[in-house]
């Protein structure tokens, strides 16, 4: 079987670099024309399941990927909702870095050693606790392609998952907006990168701005 991974289209705080984590933002204009972009490029597919955040970003940008795919069950797996930024949940990166500057430096050099700060924070041991599970489930159940849509930081730890690489590994990693991952799994065999972070349909890549890790 193959998991088709797709990240959610475009959010204004993406664009002005505020982290988002599980509050439930809504894709801007330029995101749903990504999620439209991304439907294009995989019309015509069969899922045997589409599997989403239950967060809008993700959940819309699912529907309108798969809209003219042939696909099975749409289902909410809540497994796959970003990381808890805590305290750091709506603030931009500069407000960050002017109350939490050590925490905030860690994050960036050494990711898997930082809990979110304030309550319900998570690190990223717990995004691997709770996502990696989810897919082993998702790879035993089905047998065909299927789409999954969610963020930035959970898409990096399966990443990580898939790869045997460590969670420190966790910033080598570039997703775009509305990129397109796929990985084959099959028993007894390694997982294989097919593609990665692909945006392709897009545009040209050199023209587009980069993403923010939010």
Not at 47 to 65: D, H, Q
Not at 153 to 166: D, N, R
Not at 168 to 190: L, M, Y
Request: proline share 5%.
């Amino acid at each position: 079987m193959r998991f088709f991974v797709i990240r959610h289209g475009e959010t204004a705080w993406n664009v002005a670099g505020r982290f988002q984590g599980q509050q439930d933002t809504e894709l801007n204009e330029k995101g749903l024309a990504q999620a439209e972009l991304l439907g294009e490029r995989l019309a015509g597919h069969k899922f045997e399941a589409v599997l989403t955040s239950p967060l809008a970003r993700a959940k819309v940008t699912a529907e309108r990927a798969s809209a003219r795919c042939e696909c099975g069950e749409f289902l909410t797996v809540g497994a796959l909702t970003e990381i808890n930024h805590g305290d750091w949940e709506g603030r931009l990166a500069d407000e960050i870095a002017a109350e939490w500057p050590e925490e905030l430096r860690k994050w960036h050099v050494a990711p898997e050693t930082v809990t979110m700060p304030g309550a319900g924070g998570e690190n990223l041991a717990d995004i691997m606790r709770r996502a990696a599970p989810a897919v082993d489930g998702a790879a035993k159940r089905y047998k065909g392609d299927v789409l999954l849509a969610s963020h930035d930081a959970v898409i990096k730890v399966l990443l990580c998952y898939w790869l045997g690489a460590p969670l420190s590994s966790f910033f080598r990693f570039q997703v775009p907006n509305c990129s397109i991952t796929v990985v084959e799994i099959q028993e007894g065999s390694a997982p294989r990168m097919l593609l990665m972070g692909d945006a392709a349909h897009l545009g040209d890549p050199f023209e587009r701005p980069e993403q923010k890790g939010l």
